[in-house]
């Protein structure tokens, strides 16, 4: 039982390029998100889906954009890379809301743009 | 939105105890806790709902204040085991999940 899969695990990008970072999971979970976590600043919600062809921003959303084309997977696009952008990116998915169902995270991606 | 959490970090030696707080500014329905340990993914430990619930995990327990919308973590008799980031995960409204910004939990011998 795979939980949730990030690839790929390490990306280096130029300035201005663009990437996207692929999250699987195959627990059936409703619930995605993406999370980005800079030293200091904890887990930033930057999009989130509550199902399958629904997405919606968090906190953090400027500069990505995200795709919820089937269940069980949830895309995170940027469409034109900067060094702010540079961080470790989580995804994570939840069987229903929050209130009592617990995240279950991948692996992450650590991005770094130059 | 981010939940606050005290202290920033920690450092204990084994067998001590140690208490982190998270608060928030917005009326909670939960409180999630978990360990990330370095170069890893973060890792459920609890939940804790509505009702002013305690939960307890081994020797790691917590507490939820609705009212004042505060949760603690409570590490008894600490282990090396126990090194690592410890966030707090709280949804208020419009099933936006929130973490604080992660309390660093060292146990040195």
């Known amino acids: 039982n795979a939980g949730v899969t990030q690839t790929p695990k390490f990306r280096v990008l130029k300035t201005g390029q663009s990437m996207t970072l692929l999250c699987a999971q195959d627990?059936?979970?409703?619930?995605m998100y993406w999370y980005r976590q800079d030293p200091g600043m904890g887990l930033r919600l930057i999009h989130y889906?509550?199902?399958?062809?629904?997405?919606a921003k968090g906190e953090v959303p400027d500069g990505y954009n995200v795709s919820r084309l089937k269940k069980q997977n949830f895309l995170l696009g940027l469409e034109s890379a900067a060094p702010s952008q540079t961080s470790v990116y989580f995804c994570?998915?939840?069987?229903?809301?929050?209130?009592?169902?617990?995240?279950?995270f991948g692996n992450g991606t650590r991005l770094t743009v130059t | 939105q981010q939940p606050v959490q005290s202290p920033q970090a920690v450092i204990l030696r084994e067998g001590e105890d140690a208490v982190i707080n998270c608060s928030s500014s917005?009326?909670?329905?939960?409180v999630h806790w978990y360990r990330q340990k370095h170069g890893e993914a973060p890792v459920f430990l609890m939940i804790?709902?509505?009702?002013?619930e305690q939960k307890g995990h081994d020797k790691i327990s917590a507490s939820f204040n609705e009212k004042k919308q505060q949760s603690s973590l409570y590490l008894t008799a600490s282990q090396l085991s126990y090194s690592g980031t410890y966030f707090c995960?709280?949804?208020?409204?419009?099933?936006?999940?929130?973490f604080g910004t992660g309390t660093s939990l060292t146990v040195i011998p």
């Open positions: 994570a998915s939840s069987y229903w809301e929050g209130v009592n169902s617990p995240l279950h």
């Open positions: 804790l709902l509505k009702g002013g």
């Open positions: 889906s509550v199902g399958e062809g629904t997405t």
């Open positions: 995960g709280t949804e208020s409204t419009g099933n936006q999940f929130y």
């Open positions: 627990m059936n979970h409703e619930y």
């Open positions: 917005k009326a909670l329905y939960s």
